[in-house]
């Protein structure tokens, strides 16, 4: 049973910054992609930002140029490093990681969640 465990959430205040990690319990370099998501209350979980195993790192358009994904193959782990936080990056974030089976189809795994509040 892969396991992703989410850390480093918490209050911060307008401005500030926050380190999202994400631990695998497996090997991440078996993830095709790896991402982070968020969900607020009512709405739909969206999209932050995504790793893949190759090629280039993708952001959504109100985190671009604020947040930075990695991803650490060797340790297992995929970080998320969010700076200049607004009110509106408050809600839960989710690791996510995909991989195909062997079979073709897509698997979806993911952690448990870590809240994030941004206020003063």
């Known amino acids: 049973q892969v396991q992703l465990v989410e850390s480093g959430g918490g209050l911060v205040q307008p401005g500030g910054s926050l380190r999202l990690s994400c631990a695998v319990s497996?090997?991440?370099?078996?993830?095709?992609?790896m991402s982070w998501y968020r969900q607020v209350p009512g709405n739909q979980r969206e999209l932050v930002a995504s790793?893949?195993?190759?090629?280039?790192?993708r952001y959504s358009d109100s985190v671009q140029g604020r947040f930075t994904i990695s991803r650490d193959n060797a340790k297992n782990t995929m970080d998320l490093q969010m700076t200049s936080l607004k009110p509106e990056d408050t809600g839960v974030y989710f690791c996510n990681g995909e991989r195909t089976s062997p079979s073709g189809s897509k698997l979806n795994y993911w952690g448990q969640g870590t809240q994030v509040t941004v206020s003063s």
């Open positions: 497996e090997s991440i370099f078996s993830f095709n992609i």
């Open positions: 790793t893949p195993r190759y090629g280039s790192r």
